[in-house]
Each structure stands twice: as structure tokens, then as C-alpha cells.
């Protein structure tokens, strides 16, 4: 199709148009030339859709830290497929992932949703997630271009970073799903870069469409476009919409000739060959045949090839288990995913409590929770509400004006609501009302309430119990909307006896003006005596054959919009793994974070596992492997560190809106090296449930080179085999080694294979005031299973 021509027979007016969003989450039809609206999609741990909703649910798939951890690039692929699965199946033409940006500090606190801190690992798994995604007419957007790596003032900060660091780290996670996946969009982020905001930077020509050869759609991230000025830019989609810098201001513009109508061309150029890519423009289909494919069995699958084990002494697998203690907050309302627009609504979780109870039937296991670890308010259980309208399970949500009057209702199945434009009259609403007929489970004191930025009034049986106003923490929308602040009064409950709750909240202005509101009804964790709950949790261990601690994180600690302060575990964790440790020998930690923490006790105990944020199948998978079903596949993507102190980038705070990134190429692992701090845990570093050797590493060229793999053990097993190169008498500052390339080795017990593994392109290269080069001469090339288990090495020489 010629769409140039198509560009043609549009009017400037219909043109601007386009480049703007419809609303929230979809574009501007134009039926003239057979062009329907497109629906864009927060993921990337699974499609949410045009709503948030758990009338309309969405898989739940592992956070990106544990798709990492496998390493693996045909699972990166089949997760991309799934999700343009989930994304057809929701009438969603293109999901806004992969994150690509990279783990430079671990206090960012929306690591979860990306994938590690190394560009090699990184750029490998997002190009066979966009492929993944594409290959089903789907359009995949990897964001945030670029040095979007932590949360602290993200809509102003200058990230001041130098031109071969851009180009050897930061870009170099995108290069690849550009370059070899032909990703059909890229997301803009909302920092600037070295002074230029980033939907006006000259980044978005060079490298991505000069060098790289990108023909898609630089969407930005939701009002990152601020002014008319982006527009004389590669800047291609302004979102959301119908308002935005854009509009009637770029038509004058161009009319005045401050920005050139051929710029403007060209991104409606861009629109509707994506349009085109997608099915959404007239006279082209999406790929008729979609592969059949268990979504909720490959959520299984990729939480268990993600579970890191960091360390096994003779603990696992279990055997023979009669009698477990499940212990920790996270075993019974484990967190699967990480907070933020990634948050998608799964139809159902399985906690690790739930999983083990399915998979061991006939073992006594108790549950104790050892540790409060939730902060704030947190949703309702379902099957505790009843709607007092319908006496059906749910609640029923009313928006009125300021008289009392009626103009909006509907009836919902839980108590965690988020409206994003839509129909939901927000912007002509004064109050917000919800009630619900609860049924508490147990008896005692809770604190009732709601999250939510402004006013509201909690009652209980038509008791006023508490009036007050929840302020926003620092100035971040997104945080304010998806990550509130709480209030709550106490309430003591009988289980069993039902209580009348209404939250009534004041809809402000500002949030008309969005159309957009996000407030979760639920409670709080009462005041109890923390030394009681570790008591009762080390009674439990004590009694039982082995004992299981599930350690984690909460919203307040890993979400979108803001950055983490501490490294270590919210709460008691770290004193109640200690208790229940030196009760029982056999005890196994779990850890249910997205991204690293400290774990001060990882050597009292038997063994401990990374599970990350494990997706809705979570509880399943992780029995699976406690079990011995499957072994664990994970290897880490991220350095995990002794003490806080210890890591050598950590800074995350902008200093007079700037954050310098003055370690230049040496972050993650190659920052360690560089200080020659010994971590925890090593990147590249996991254990599993046999035994392997490597031998007869060569250099086939400077693309590929092959060993021999043997699996020792006496079981089937999964192998990462990871290729470093190191150049020590570079006359160039260089890291003491990176990562050149990997694969994934599957063995039977006592089989061994000969195998190739390829090189990253640029392995060998640097940046220089040229260009890309190479400097001559010899290279150390080594093999082995993380970047400090090495036991192969060989050299070559280029000229």
C-alpha cells in the first residue's frame, strides 16, 4: 500500500489528529481512509486491556526479573507470544512492553518489570519477547528510551551520562530488538539526557532510526510530550489523549512554519504503517492461525525456569514430608507481581500455602504468619463481600453528584478499583461511594479503611468511624493514583458476622481532570506483638519435619513512581527467619521480591530460593520445585549484595535534577569486579539438582565459540553456560570482563554435547569518537557458570 498517497488526501487538521491519542489508552479512527482506532495495553508481566477490571481478567505471567532469571530466549519468546495471545484475545493491538531499562542501582524500585543489569542478557530477551509478540500481527513497544533506570523525580531528572556509556550499555539493550526483531514501536521515557527531554532529543533519530534502521512508532510515555517543540522531533504519538501539547497548537505551528508539515508526514506515515502492521487499516489482517498455547501452564512453566536456588545444603529436593510449617505473610498473600500500570488482575492466585496444600494432601501442614510485611491498606477478600443491592458476592460502587443525586452505578467484584477514562463520569461526579456487606474470617481488632489520595469518610454498620484527608507522598502522579497512602480506623470483628462498610471520598477536581481515580477498600494490619508472631511461627517449626519461610516485599517497597531507600526486608523477616532457623535445621527460605535484598541469615539456613514475583501460578511452581518435580532453571541477572553498603552504584537521588552517571560503563557486575567486593551472590550465579562439566572451550571466531557440556548427576537437568571476555592490557577503560554471549544446555544424567554458543555482535567492540571499534590485539575469552566461575578459558587475537 502506498501510504504516502494515503497521507496525501488527509487535511493537516486530520493529520494532527492522529498524532495524538483518542483517550487513555487508544488512537484516532479515521474511516476516510479506512483506518480504525488502535488499542494500546499496559503490560509486560501479562495484557490488562482498555480497563482495570476484574470483570475482565487478564494471566498473571512472572515479573520480568524471574523471565531473566531463566536466561533462556525460546522462554523470553514464548512469553511474548503468550502475551500477543492475551492481547488478541482482549481486542489490544499493542502492548507497551518490553522494560528494557537496566538494573544500574538496585534501590530502583521498579526493577521488577525490567530485566537485569547487564545490556547483553537484556538486549538477548527483549528481542526474542518482541519477535514473540509480533509474530502474532501484535505490536510490541520496548521502553523507556532511555536511562529511565530509577523512579526519583522521573518526569524532571537529567540523566547526565557520556556517549560511549549510551551507546556500550544503555542503548545497547534496545539495539537488538530494533535491529533483528524490527520492533514496530519504541516507548520515549520521561527524563531528559545529558539536558534534552527525551521525546525531544536527538536520540530519537540517532542512533535509533539513522543507525538501527527503526521505521515504527516512538510513543511516549503517558504526558511525557509536554510541548510543541517535540514535534519537530522522531517523535512520533503523544498519549494519552484527546488534550495534549499537541493539538491545535501544532496545527498553528505548522501553519506558521515553525515546524515543517513534511515532519508531520512523516509521523502519520508512521501511524498508519503500524496500523497497517496491526490489522487496523483496511485491506490488512493480523495472522489468521494463532498457536494453541496454555497461557496459565506457561505461567507455571516460566515461574519455575525463573526460580534462582542460591544455595542447597542437602535440602532439597524434599522427600517423604510429613509434616510442614508454611511460614510468612508472603506464603499466604504472596505478591505476584510488582505494583504500578504493569498491575494486571488474574482470576485467580495460587500462594505458596495454597500449592503446597494441593501437592502434599496428606502432610500436616500448619501456617503461621511470623512477620507483618503488608503496609497500608490491602483489597478485601471476594468471597468476604456481599453486594448489599444484589446479595450476590461484591460491592456496589455509586458516583454522585454533589446533591446526593446519582449519575453513575455498578456492581464490582472487588474492593482494589482503578477507573482510566472510559465511560465512569470522574470529571461530572462530586462523590464516590462504596459499600459492601464484609464477613471477616477470623475475630479481633483490624483497622478499616481506604488508599487513596484526598478526602473520605470510613463507616461500619452506619458508624462514622474515622474523617480525614491522605496527602500525596512526593509529586509523582502515577505513584499517587496506583500507590496511595492509607487511612483506617479500628474496628473490632466477630468471624462470621457480617459488617456493613461504606467508604464515602471526596472526588477533587484534579482527578476530574484526568477522568481517572485509584483507591483500594480493605484493612490494615492491626498492632499485635511482633515477638509473639515469631514465637508462634518458631513453635510451628519446632513441630515440623522442615520448615518453609516465604520472605518478600510489599507495594510500599517495589512499584512504579518511586525508588527504594533500604535493601533490606520490611518488618520482623530477617529476626523470624533467624528464630525459626535455629529451630529447625531443615528450614527453607523463599524470597517473594522482584529484585534483590539482603539476607543476613543466608547462611543459617538449609537452603534459599529466588522466586521473585512469581505470577499467578506462583504457589504451584514453587511446590513443584521444593518437590523435586521440575529443577530450578534460574540463574540471577542481577548482583545480590552482603550489606547495602557494600554496592558500589547505588545513588538514585537526583542532586539539582541531575543524576550523574559518572561510573560510566561499570554498573552491575562489572562495578563489583571493579571494586573487588565479594557479593552474596554472584551474577550469572544458581544451583540446581545435578551436577555438570565444562571442557574444550575454542574460539571458532569473534561470532561463536564451542565446549563440551556433560551433566554429571544422576538427574535430567538445565544448564546456563555463560561466555565472558576480558581484555586486561586495554589501553581503553574497560570492565575486568562482560558478558559476551550464553545459551541454555538441557541434559539427560551422564549425556554430554558438543555445543556453539554465539557471540553478541558488538562482544568485542567499543565506542570511540568514530564510532564502533575494535582494538587489536588479544582477548581472554572464558566460560564457565557465573561471572566468577570460570574454569575455561582461551584467547584470540584480532587484528
Do not use: C
Not at 507470544?81 to 507497551?96: G, I, T
Not at 533483528?180 to 539526557?193: G, P, R
Not at 541454555?744 to 564502533?772: C, K, M, P, Y
Amino acid at each position: 500500500m502506498d501510504f504516502d498517497e494515503l497521507v496525501g488526501r488527509l487535511s493537516l487538521e486530520e493529520k494532527v489528529r492522529l498524532l495524538t491519542g483518542r483517550d487513555f489508552w487508544s488512537t484516532h479512527p479515521l474511516p476516510s481512509v479506512g483506518l480504525r482506532s488502535m488499542v494500546l495495553s499496559d503490560g509486560p508481566s501479562g495484557v490488562r486491556g482498555a480497563v482495570w477490571d476484574e470483570r475482565d481478567p487478564s494471566l498473571n505471567l512472572p515479573s520480568a526479573t524471574a523471565l531473566s532469571s531463566s536466561w533462556d530466549v525460546g522462554i523470553a519468546r514464548r512469553y511474548g507470544v503468550v502475551s500477543a495471545l492475551e492481547a488478541r484475545r482482549k481486542n489490544v493491538d499493542v502492548v507497551l512492553g518490553p522494560t528494557i531499562n537496566l538494573h544500574r542501582s538496585p534501590l530502583g524500585g521498579r526493577h521488577f518489570e525490567a530485566f537485569s543489569e547487564d545490556p547483553v542478557l537484556t538486549a538477548d530477551l527483549a528481542a526474542a519477547y518482541v519477535a514473540g509478540v509480533q509474530e502474532l500481527g501484535v505490536g510490541a513497544t520496548p521502553k523507556h528510551y532511555v536511562a529511565n533506570d530509577f523512579e526519583t523525580d522521573r518526569f524532571t531528572v537529567d540523566v547526565v551520562v557520556d556517549e560511549r556509556t549510551l551507546r556500550e550499555v544503555y542503548l545497547l539493550a534496545f539495539e537488538k530488538a530494533v535491529t533483528e526483531s524490527k520492533a514496530w514501536l519504541v516507548m520515549s521515557a520521561y527524563n531528559s539526557i545529558n539536558g534534552v527531554t527525551a521525546t525531544e532529543n536527538d536520540l530519537l533519530e540517532t542512533p535509533l532510526n539513522t543507525d538501527w534502521g527503526f521505521d515504527g512508532v516512538v510513543v511516549s510515555d503517558w504526558t511525557a510530550v509536554r510541548s510543541v517543540e517535540s514535534a519537530k522531533h522522531a517523535q512520533d504519538l503523544a498519549m494519552p489523549g484527546p488534550t495534549g501539547a499537541w493539538g491545535d497548537a501544532l496545527v498553528a505551528a505548522v501553519r506558521s512554519g515553525a515546524v515543517s508539515e513534511a515532519a508531520i508526514d512523516r509521523k502519520v506515515h508512521r501511524i498508519l504503517e503500524l496500523a497497517a502492521r496491526v490489522g487496523a487499516l483496511e485491506g490488512h489482517q493480523k495472522p489468521a492461525d494463532s498457536p494453541q498455547l496454555d497461557g496459565l501452564a506457561f505461567a507455571r512453566t516460566a515461574a519455575t525456569e525463573g526460580t534462582v536456588l542460591l544455595r542447597n545444603e542437602s535440602a532439597l529436593p524434599w522427600r517423604n514430608v510429613r509434616k510442614l510449617a508454611v511460614i510468612g505473610h508472603n506464603a499466604r498473600d504472596a505478591r505476584t507481581q510488582g505494583g504500578g500500570s504493569a498491575t494486571v488482575i488474574p482470576e485467580q492466585v495460587v500462594s505458596p500455602l495454597d500449592g503446597l496444600r494441593e501437592a502434599l494432601p496428606d502432610a500436616e501442614i500448619t501456617y503461621s504468619l511470623g512477620a507483618v510485611v503488608q503496609e497500608g491498606v490491602a483489597e478485601l477478600p471476594p468471597a468476604t463481600m456481599t453486594n448489599p443491592l444484589t446479595g450476590q458476592p461484591g460491592a456496589r460502587v455509586r458516583f454522585l453528584r454533589a446533591d446526593g443525586s446519582e449519575l453513575f452505578a455498578e456492581d464490582r467484584f472487588s474492593s482494589a478499583l482503578v477507573y482510566f477514562g472510559g465511560d465512569v463520569p470522574i470529571a461530572e461526579s462530586a462523590i464516590f461511594e462504596f459499600r459492601t456487606t464484609w464477613t471477616p474470617t477470623e475475630s479481633g481488632t483490624v483497622r478499616l479503611g481506604f488508599a487513596a489520595v484526598g478526602h473520605g469518610w470510613i463507616f461500619a454498620d452506619g458508624e462514622l468511624l474515622r474523617e480525614d484527608t491522605a496527602l500525596p507522598v512526593g509529586t509523582d502522579l502515577g505513584a499517587a493514583l496506583l500507590a496511595p497512602p492509607s487511612i483506617s480506623a479500628p474496628l473490632t470483628v466477630t468471624a462470621g458476622t457480617p459488617v456493613d462498610v461504606r467508604i464515602e471520598f471526596d472526588l477533587p477536581k484534579h482527578q476530574g481532570a484526568i477522568n481517572a481515580l485509584g483507591i483500594t477498600i480493605g484493612t490494615e494490619p492491626a498492632d499485635v506483638d511482633p515477638q509473639l508472631l515469631i514465637d508462634e511461627a518458631v513453635a510451628a517449626a519446632r513441630n515440623a519435619d522442615v520448615a518453609l519461610v516465604v520472605v518478600g516485599t510489599n507495594s510500599k517497597v517495589e512499584s512504579e513512581g518511586y525508588d527504594r531507600t533500604s535493601l533490606a526486608l520490611p518488618g520482623r523477616q530477617d529476626d523470624l527467619v533467624r528464630a525459626v532457623a535455629a529451630a529447625n535445621p531443615n528450614t527453607v527460605v523463599a524470597v517473594n521480591a522482584g529484585s534483590p535484598v539482603l539476607l543476613p541469615w543466608r547462611n543459617d539456613v538449609a537452603a534459599v530460593l529466588a522466586t521473585y514475583f512469581g505470577g499467578q501460578e506462583y504457589g504451584h511452581a514453587l511446590a513443584d520445585v521444593l518437590l523435586g518435580q521440575v529443577e530450578p532453571g534460574g540463574r540471577l541477572p542481577t548482583t545480590w549484595p552482603k550489606t547495602q553498603e557494600d554496592v558500589p552504584v547505588l545513588d538514585v537521588t537526583p542532586r539539582d535534577g541531575v543524576v550523574r552517571y559518572d561510573e560510566g560503563v561499570h554498573i552491575g557486575y562489572r562495578a563489583w569486579l571493579k571494586a573487588g567486593t565479594e557479593p552474596a551472590y554472584e551474577f550469572g550465579h544458581g544451583l540446581g539438582y545435578t551436577t555438570w562439566e565444562l571442557a574444550d572451550l575454542r574460539a571458532i571466531d569473534p561470532t561463536s565459540v564451542a565446549l563440551t557440556v556433560r551433566n554429571t548427576g544422576d538427574r535430567a537437568g538445565k544448564h546456563v553456560v555463560q561466555v565472558y571476555v576480558e581484555r586486561p592490557d586495554s589501553i581503553i577503560d574497560r570492565p575486568v570482563r562482560w558478558l559476551a554471549g550464553f545459551t541454555v544446555v538441557r541434559l539427560d544424567a551422564g549425556q554430554a554435547r558438543e555445543i556453539t554458543v554465539n557471540l553478541h555482535a558488538r562482544a568485542f567492540e567499543h565506542w570511540s569518537d568514530t564510532g564502533w571499534t575494535t582494538e587489536p590485539g588479544v582477548f581472554t575469552i572464558r566460560a564457565g557458570s557465573s561471572v566468577t566461575n570460570l574454569p575455561l578459558s582461551t584467547d584470540l587475537e584480532l587484528r
